[in-house]
T-cell receptor
Framework: GENVEQHPSTLSVQEGDSAVIKCTYSDSASNYFPWYKQELGKRPQLIIDIRSNVGEKKDQRIAVTLNKTAKHFSLHITETQPEDSAVYFCAARGGSQGNLIFGKGTKLSVKP | DGGITQSPKYLFRKEGQNVTLSCEQNLNHDAMYWYRQDPGQGLRLIYYSQIVNDFQKGDIAEGYSVSREKKESFPLTVTSAQKNPTAFYLC???????????FGSGTQLSVL
């Protein structure tokens, strides 16, 4: 089945810097890759997603890139702000059932 | 914030006891999911249901049971067979299988 690896597990940046979180997946048939943000004590919320027929997608300060050949995708956050501090999860839809398989999460801390 | 509601927010289980977590959605979504979240472990799929009266095991179904008698409701029972039930449980729903999951606010289950 699908397996998703996410790195790093923790990331600390200064306000205004960029942050990059990387994920790799194992199932070459996976075709949908969302990113979720979970603030402390709250529910995960979808922030951006990308399909396998697209290489890059942007939404204001966040962007996701996908390399199907290498089976990895990344989240890029530019001009980070303290409110970007949260746990970020990547996921891939694949496997025989087509359910989302999540990475273990990255705790991002943005220091003012 | 409506859409998908989980209750209770906190739940305590005594040894040998079964407990039931509630999940209700008014989004008219066909698919519903239960995930377990442990620190540093990401989200792991317990059970999912694509339509009423049908559900499938996820990756960690042992010690859990579900029912889907109504489209709006997908309760999860943590049975006494689940020896390590302490975790944060998240319910989710979606219109499109495996995409754009909307999460509930979660239930923290602890063992007395």
């Amino acid at each position: 089945g699908e397996n998703v690896e996410q790195h790093p597990s923790t990331l600390s940046v200064q306000e205004g810097d960029s942050a990059v979180i990387k994920c790799t997946y194992s199932d070459s048939a996976s075709n949908y890759f969302p990113w979720y943000k979970q603030e402390l004590g709250k529910r995960p919320q979808l922030i951006i997603d990308i399909r396998s027929n697209v290489g890059e997608k942007k939404d204001q300060r966040i962007a996701v890139t996908l390399n199907k050949t290498a089976k990895h995708f990344s989240l890029h956050i530019t001009e980070t702000q303290p409110e970007d501090s949260a746990v970020y999860f990547c996921a891939a839809r694949g496997g025989s059932q087509g359910n989302l398989i999540f990475g273990k999460g990255t705790k991002l801390s943005v220091k003012p | 914030d409506g859409g998908i509601t989980q209750s209770p927010k906190y739940l305590f289980r005594k040894e040998g006891q079964n407990v039931t977590l509630s999940c209700e959605q008014n989004l008219n979504h066909d698919a519903m999911y239960w995930y377990r979240q442990d620190p540093g472990q990401g989200l792991r799929l317990i059970y999912y249901s694509q339509i009423v009266n049908d559900f499938q095991k996820g990756d960690i179904a042992e010690g859990y049971s579900v029912s889907r008698e109504k489209k709006e409701s997908f309760p999860l029972t943590v049975t006494s067979a689940q020896k390590n039930p302490t975790a944060f449980y998240l319910c989710a729903s979606t219109l499109s299988r495996g995409e754009k999951l909307f999460f509930g606010s979660g239930t923290q289950l602890s063992v007395l």
